[in-house]
């Protein structure tokens, strides 16, 4: 016998301008996707805290040397047990400010909560462009919760 099995993924994408006023919305969209699909309240709080750091660093310093911010996505897909976010920016990538410190605690604070995080840039021939890919286990991933 058999287990039936659901290969589809389940899909969640969201687009807004870089502003800090934005990071909420986009945040709690994604939580109540994950939740949606399996993520229970300490998963969410992890997915939550792990985005909103994310998205606050495009906020603060993808478009650094623009005068209007550009855009900020969130793209966000379900497959078997896990919750997989791209949190995505057409900006001018990762590069040294020279008034920093040194790096800051959103990295370190997202691979704390991710059970994977990686780090993209895009290197075609426009703005450089950065996704924070972030991986978080679900437990029930794929069955809705109880209602």
Excluded at 37 to 54: R, T
Excluded at 65 to 87: C, I, K, R
Aim: glycine share 8%.
């Amino acid at each position: 016998m058999t287990d039936d099995v659901d290969y589809s993924l389940q899909r969640f994408s969201e687009t807004l301008p870089a502003y800090a006023v934005n990071v909420r919305t986009l945040r709690r969209a994604v939580v109540r996707f994950a939740e949606e699909h399996g993520a229970d309240a300490f998963m969410a709080g992890s997915v939550a805290l792990a985005v909103g750091e994310a998205l606050n660093n495009v906020v603060l310093h993808a478009y650094r040397d623009h005068l209007v911010p550009g855009n900020m996505t969130v793209d966000a897909h379900v497959e078997m047990s896990h919750l997989a976010v791209a949190v995505r920016d057409e900006g001018s990538g990762f590069n040294p400010r020279s008034q920093s410190p040194g790096a800051g605690y959103g990295l370190p604070v997202i691979a704390s909560l991710a059970a994977a995080m990686s780090v993209a840039t895009n290197r075609d021939d426009g703005p450089s462009g950065t996704a924070v890919l972030m991986n978080f286990e679900l437990a029930d991933a794929g069955e809705p919760p109880p209602a």
